[in-house]
């Protein structure tokens, strides 16, 4: 299971990895590398999936610092490295 602290580590040891897919949604989106590191940062794991393949992921919602709502999945894999996995504007306010 990810923890919050795991996420922080890996983003400021550089153990961060992106996948094709969060590039291109970053892109449609307007989602800049930083709004997603800081709302890593400063947010909350709001959903644990412990069985999701190839490792475990976790939801976890934050702020940037412009107050933008972002939700990201990532996952962490056993050599530590985390993994973003998509990310998207909550347009839903909660």
């Known amino acids: 299971m ?4 795991e996420i922080e580590k890996c983003i400021g ?28 940062k400063e947010g909350k794991i709001i959903e644990r999936h412990p069985d999701d393949k190839p490792y475990p992921s976790c939801l976890v919602k934050g702020k940037t610092r412009k107050n933008r709502d972002i939700l990201v999945v990532c996952s962490l894999t056993p050599g530590n490295i985390l993994v973003l996995i998509t990310a998207y504007e909550n347009n839903r306010g909660d």
């Open 2 to 5: 990810i923890e919050k602290s």
């Open 13 to 40: 040891t550089d153990q961060v990895r992106l996948t094709v897919h969060i590039r291109k949604r970053m892109d449609q989106r307007n989602i800049t590398t930083d709004e997603i590191f800081h709302s890593l």
